[in-house]
């Protein structure tokens, strides 16, 4: 919040005092005075609901963290109080909606993700609970001079983790056991794939924001090899610009910015390109979810893309999609989910002056000649011309991984989503 004004100061000292000195009559008196001549002071409403929260008088806890909060909004420590209002008179959604509304305002408020991801637990929400209490502990980790009691609350979350992913290890076991037997080659790979995990081993990797799966090549592009099928989606590249340029030209809301950060993501390297169309994408597929408006006008791009040997993972793959770029646009070095996916680049318009870098290889595009990545490894792309680029963008798996790592991933992510 911002600094309280002279008269403010005053009242909260005299309040403070009284409270020290076991005078809640006077602290109220003090503080209810002060709030009828400044009904819209957020210090004078957060230290009345402070009072009321101690009284155990929740409803006026919450009016008066509830007007704080109105009346600084932006203020991160006003709506976690309020959720610890809520939390006392137990009310899950109102403590629910207040959290989240102080981590629009701050994705890194740390209390405010230690409390949602207390209330994940209390209601047996395992999945959100393991995924809050995750991000706790990466928080935690980098904090020094945590209280006793936060950092005993801290070591809870921490065991619920642990218990949350032996569950997990256990349902492993169980159903997939059978099929790592018969194949003890794609089990070496995969078992400490869930073992990273689940945090049961450290494996030193590229970057990469999600699942790792260990000891693939680390290609940066992949050897064009490796995709015997590309000649075959390469032949269709004129049909699929086709109808790339005709969706481009009726414009509308299919077309959109491809970095859409959360409310309250502090400032960083997408902040330039967050809600910006100058990187915009056209999804046929999104997190293996078909956008039907898009494919009924593009129904040349589906059969192509519905003849390939795509990766099918309920909530997460395949997608596929135009990706336009405006001239004079860059995409910042960044790196990707999950090194067992391969990105597939068809480009469709390329003008000249357009690049594309992998780690350290950069190459241009070349309209109808498709390549593949890794993208957990360092990449970026320029548009320095002055016209647009479009490529089509798919995922697949990555081609250094057997079939049966492939069913043995596909179903471990399913246990994940369902424990």
């Not at 950092?151 to 059978?178: S, W």
């Not at 293996?288 to 793959?317: D, F, M, W, Y």
């Not at 081609?399 to 994940?416: D, K, V, Y």
Request: hydrophobic content about 45%; some cysteine; overall charge negative.
């Amino acid at each position: 919040m911002a600094e309280p004004t002279a008269a403010a100061r005053s009242v909260l000292a005299a309040a403070a005092a009284a409270r020290q000195k076991g005078d809640r009559a006077g602290e109220l008196a003090l503080l209810d005075a002060a709030i009828g001549e400044r009904p819209g002071d957020p210090h004078l409403l957060n230290a009345r609901g402070m009072r009321a929260l101690a009284d155990g008088d929740h409803d006026t806890a919450v009016a008066s963290f509830r007007a704080a909060a109105k009346a600084d909004p932006r203020e991160g420590v006003l709506w976690v109080n309020l959720a610890s209002a809520y939390r006392a008179m137990g009310d899950d959604d109102g403590e629910r909606q207040s959290l989240e509304q102080a981590l629009d305002r701050n994705r890194l408020n740390f209390m405010a993700h230690f409390r949602l991801a207390e209330l994940h637990q209390r209601r047996d929400e395992r999945i959100p609970a393991a995924q809050s209490w995750g991000n706790v502990l990466q928080m935690a980790a980098g904090m020094e001079g945590l209280s006793p009691p936060l950092a005993a609350a801290i070591e809870r979350g921490r065991e619920f983790l642990q218990a949350h992913n032996a569950r997990i290890a256990a349902e492993v076991d169980a159903q997939l056991g059978p099929m790592i037997a018969a194949d003890p080659a794609a089990a070496r790979r995969f078992t400490a794939c869930v073992d990273h995990a689940l945090g049961r081993r450290r494996v030193y990797r590229n970057e990469c924001a999600g699942i790792l799966y260990p000891f693939l090549p680390a290609d940066e592009f992949f050897d064009r090899a490796l995709f015997p099928w590309f000649e075959r989606l390469e032949a269709r590249t004129d049909a699929i610009r086709a109808e790339a340029l005709a969706l481009l030209a009726e414009g509308g809301e299919s077309i959109r910015p491809y970095v859409r950060q959360d409310k309250g993501t502090p400032e960083n390297k997408w902040s330039a390109l967050d809600g910006s169309l100058d990187w915009s994408a056209c999804f046929l597929w999104e997190y293996g979810a078909r956008n039907e408006p898009v494919c009924a006008r593009c129904p040349e791009t589906v059969a192509a893309l519905e003849a390939l040997p795509r990766s099918h993972i309920p909530g997460k793959a395949p997608s596929a999609f135009f990706s336009i770029l405006k001239p004079h646009a860059h995409i910042p070095a960044h790196t990707g989910v999950t090194n067992t996916r391969a990105i597939i680049h068809l480009p469709l318009v390329v003008p000249p002056a357009c690049r594309f870098r992998v780690g350290g290889e950069i190459r241009e595009w070349k309209v109808g000649e498709a390549f593949a990545f890794d993208d957990t490894i360092e990449h970026e792309a320029w548009n320095d011309s002055d016209e647009q680029r479009i490529v089509l963008i798919l995922d697949g798996w990555n081609p250094h991984m057997s079939e049966t790592e492939q069913a043995l991933l596909t179903r471990f992510l399913a246990i994940t989503d369902q424990a």
